[in-house]
Nanobody, 123 residues
Framework: QVQLVESGGGLVQAGGSLRLSCAAS????????MGWYRQAPGKQRELVAT???????NYADSVKGRFTISRDNAKNTVYLQVNSLKPEDTAVYYC?????????????????WGQGTQVTVSS
């Protein structure tokens, strides 16, 4: 069984910074792409940033230049450094990882989600 555990959310003033972390644990053969998504109240979940196992990154236009995604493959952990926060960044931030593991005798690539961490930016 695989778990993704996020941490690092909180309440900050506009212009502030946070560092979100997400650690994957369990029976893991390999981890492909990891990423962060967010969902604001009344809105659909949206992509924030992704990073491949080789380190290639992709960002939503709204966060380019302010957010940085990184990962530590040895720790099965992905990070999101969020700077210059704006009130519109307020959302629940979810970690996602595409993981190859053995579940019930079937080895396959599966998508897993964390429980989410709240980021609230006050103006």
């Amino acid at each position: 069984q695989v778990q993704l555990v996020e941490s690092g959310g909180g309440l900050v003033q506009a212009g502030g910074s946070l560092r979100l972390s997400c650690a994957a644990s369990g029976s893991i053969f390999s981890i492909n792409t990891m990423g962060w998504y967010r969902q604001a109240p009344g809105k659909q979940r949206e992509l924030v940033a992704t990073i491949t196992s080789g380190g290639s990154t992709n960002y939503a236009d709204s966060v380019k230049g302010r957010f940085t995604i990184s990962r530590d493959n040895a720790k099965n952990t992905v990070y999101l450094q969020v700077n210059s926060l704006k009130p519109e960044d307020t959302a629940v931030y979810y970690c996602n990882a595409r993981i190859t593991n053995n579940d019930g005798g079937l080895v396959a690539l599966r998508s897993y989600w964390g429980q989410g961490t709240q980021v609230t930016v006050s103006s």
